[in-house]
């Protein structure tokens, strides 16, 4: 496909795990990125990885990656009220310059307390 | 340690008037890139600039929009006789200027919200 695709709404409860999933298009993407956009503000950088990478764990964040199936994940254990925001899903194509991402559309999280 | 500042927060604008954004980059970060966010879309990139050069301007219409980003002062996203098809979330990033390619490195501002009425 040409778009990075991704769900775009997700609801979980606080204390479950959360898992986005991303459909990118370009298996050759150098860099693929997690970003995190709270109401009214820019994006955060969550987390990368790296192409040539499977898996990638920071903290409460677990990022899985499938080459194959150009297929991205994000997991987010003990899921918080803080967590809500919306997350964007991200690559980095080799044809494009530095700094020209292409973004999924968005999934908003929601966490009930 | 201010970080990407953007101003304004929030532009309105009627149509055919001139809409100025600007961006300021977090100190020491020598590039700047211009994303645009239209209602329920991702962001778009628009341009990649660094001191006193357009190094990527693939993402910009071709009409009405400009970039620059001078030796002094902060970057300006610039767009010329606004149509209500303008109105979107405009965000600025900065980088720091390495040797090596440096999308890992991205800092977003707030962004601007253009209301084109």
């Known amino acids: 496909g040409e778009d990075v695709e991704q769900s775009l709404f997700l609801s979980v409860r606080e204390g479950d795990s959360s898992v986005i999933n991303c459909t990118y298009t370009d298996s050759s993407s150098t860099y693929l990125y997690w970003y995190k956009q709270e109401p009214g503000a820019g994006l955060q950088l969550l987390t990368y990885?790296?192409?040539?990478?499977d898996m990638k764990q920071d903290q409460r964040l677990t990022v899985l990656l499938n080459k194959k199936d150009k297929h991205l994940s994000l997991r987010i254990a003990d899921t918080q009220t803080g967590d809500s925001a919306i997350y964007f899903c991200a690559e980095s194509p080799p044809g494009g310059s530095q700094g020209n991402l292409i973004f999924g559309k968005g999934t908003k999280l929601s966490v009930k307390p | 340690n201010a970080g990407v500042m953007q101003n304004p927060r929030h532009l309105v604008r009627r149509r055919g008037q001139e809409a100025r954004l600007r961006c300021s980059p977090m100190?020491?970060?020598?590039?700047v890139y211009w994303y645009r966010q239209l209602p329920e879309e991702g962001l778009k990139f628009m341009v990649y600039?660094?001191?006193?050069?357009?190094?990527?301007e693939s993402g910009m219409p071709k009409e009405r929009f400009s970039a620059e980003f001078p030796k002094e002062g902060p970057s300006i996203l610039r767009i010329q006789q606004v149509v209500r098809g303008d109105s979107a979330a405009y965000f600025c990033?900065?980088?720091?200027?390495?040797?090596?390619?440096?999308?890992?490195?991205?800092?977003f501002g707030s962004g601007t919200q253009l209301s084109v009425l």
């Open positions: 990885i790296f192409s040539n990478m």
């Open positions: 990033a900065s980088s720091p200027q390495t040797g090596a390619r440096t999308n890992e490195k991205l800092f």
């Open positions: 600039l660094q001191k006193e050069n357009i190094i990527d």
């Open positions: 100190k020491g970060h020598s590039h």
